[in-house]
């Protein structure tokens, strides 16, 4: 095998030690349904191998179907989340025989394609590319459905840098063009393609995301009560939900916990807040002052550089994250403190951009002009229109090979079992 090649392979090898990391438990565990908005982590180990299948081995390949008569449980589209529970879902034993035996299949299919043919599915490994991310991407939302559960002892906790306080609230982006999206970045999908001309007037943007001190702030100003802050959609949701705090938040007398991973601990002020609806965002930017960031605006805060006129790759340049650059790829399982990454600022002087949460963006998930669906339509263009709202950056369960300045996550504005938060931006004043 070639270097890019044996490349490929470490990221498959790395992405499925990492599902099985957690998938290690018992297996009541595994089969159980912890909250109807999630899958039991069996289906999710499943799926990842039969995605694989799919992709690599029958449409890449042209191999026959291993399992055919697995295929509609383990299609996302034909069984929504809810339902999975109910199926004749493989055992966790059987999963892992299924997705190991896809996987020896993949590693000879990958030994011999071409990988720099026409075929816009092998070319620069994109078919692979796409499992690798995918994979990672169900990780994540694993970890999440983890989190609902409440076990103790099944996430690990790493060293993060320590946070710094000096740096200044928000970061100017002057008037001026730059270049969104892209047509080289070779894994990206097809929703960030192409790259396009974007014009914006001038804006500011908060250096840093949100953190929990001033988020407590806005629950103690009155901030859930206050009409004025929400939204329609925004007050319908919080009387339906009942919110009065973000998500696992625990209010004891003046203190706040929270659970996290079924641990109980005081809510450390100097993190990024994390699990916010999209509302609850939106409304602490209105009492704040401000509003949530456009994707546009976003993105060019973040990849932007207006020395060279080029886009980046990460918010500090090419090179691949690093510890001292990102919290990213579950080194630990919560955010970093505020100030953590000075060496991961963007050329406009942004922090945190990714990894830590993930950060709720005022758009939409639309189609670029000039957008073609790539390989297939319900990987995006399905859920284009005003029903998703768009995360971007990362959260610390995000891994490096799913995280770039143009990748685009999408959500419904409810959502808050995800690790997202969010930062504000706010137009020039003249
Ligand atoms: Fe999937």
Redesign the pocket.
């Known amino acids: 095998m070639n270097d890019f090649k044996e490349r490929i392979a470490a990221e498959l090898i790395a992405v499925r030690d990492r599902s099985l990391a957690y998938t290690e438990a018992d297996d009541d565990l595994l089969v159980r349904q912890h909250s109807p908005l999630m899958s039991p982590l069996v289906w999710?180990l499943a799926?990842?191998g039969n995605?694989e299948e799919l992709w690599v081995l029958r449409e890449a390949a042209g191999i026959d179907p291993l399992r055919p008569e697995i295929d509609d449980i383990y299609d996302?589209f034909k069984t929504p989340r809810k339902d999975r529970p109910s199926l004749p879902i493989l055992g966790p034993a059987e999963a892992r025989r299924y997705i190991e035996g896809v996987r020896g299949r993949v590693l000879d299919v990958l030994d011999t394609i071409e990988l720099d043919g026409p075929d816009p599915l092998h070319r620069d490994g994109f078919v692979f590319g796409l499992v690798i991310q995918?994979e990672h991407?169900?990780d994540e939302?694993m970890l999440a459905t983890l989190q609902l559960s409440g076990q103790v002892g099944l996430v690990r906790d790493g060293d993060l840098p320590p946070g710094r306080s000096e740096g200044p609230e928000e970061v100017f982006v002057p008037a001026g063009p730059f270049l969104m999206g892209t047509g080289t970045l070779p894994w990206a999908y097809d929703n960030e393609r192409p790259a396009h001309r974007v014009d914006l007037p001038a804006y500011w943007i908060d250096r840093l995301p949100v953190g929990n001190r001033a988020y407590a702030a806005f629950i103690e100003d009155g901030g859930y009560d206050d009409a004025r802050w929400w939204s329609a959609e925004g007050r319908q949701w919080k009387q339906r939900s009942g919110a009065f705090a973000p998500l696992f938040w625990v209010r004891d007398g003046d203190a706040w916990w929270r659970t996290r991973f079924g641990r109980t601990e005081p809510v450390p002020m100097d993190e990024p807040v994390q699990h916010v609806s999209w509302y609850e965002a939106d409304a602490y930017a209105r009492w704040a002052g401000k509003r949530l960031p456009t994707e546009a605006e976003w993105e060019k805060a973040c990849g932007w550089d207006p020395g060279t006129g080029t886009a980046r790759r990460y918010p500090w340049g090419e090179e691949a994250p690093a510890a001292e650059r990102a919290n990213l790829g579950h080194r630990a399982s919560h955010p970093a403190p505020l100030g953590a990454y000075p060496a991961g600022a963007s050329a406009y002087g942004a922090e945190q951009m990714v990894g830590d949460v993930w950060e709720w963006t005022g758009s939409w998930f639309q189609p670029y002009d000039g957008f073609r669906s790539f390989p297939y339509k319900e990987y995006s263009e399905v859920f284009f229109g005003e029903q998703y709202r768009v995360l971007r950056g990362g959260s610390w369960a995000a891994d490096p090979a799913a995280v770039r300045t143009t990748f685009r996550n999408w959500d419904y504005p409810i959502r808050r079992q995800i690790f997202t938060g969010f930062r504000c931006a706010r137009s020039e004043l003249v």
Do not use: S
């Open positions: 999710d799926h990842v995605y996302a995918h991407q169900h939302t």
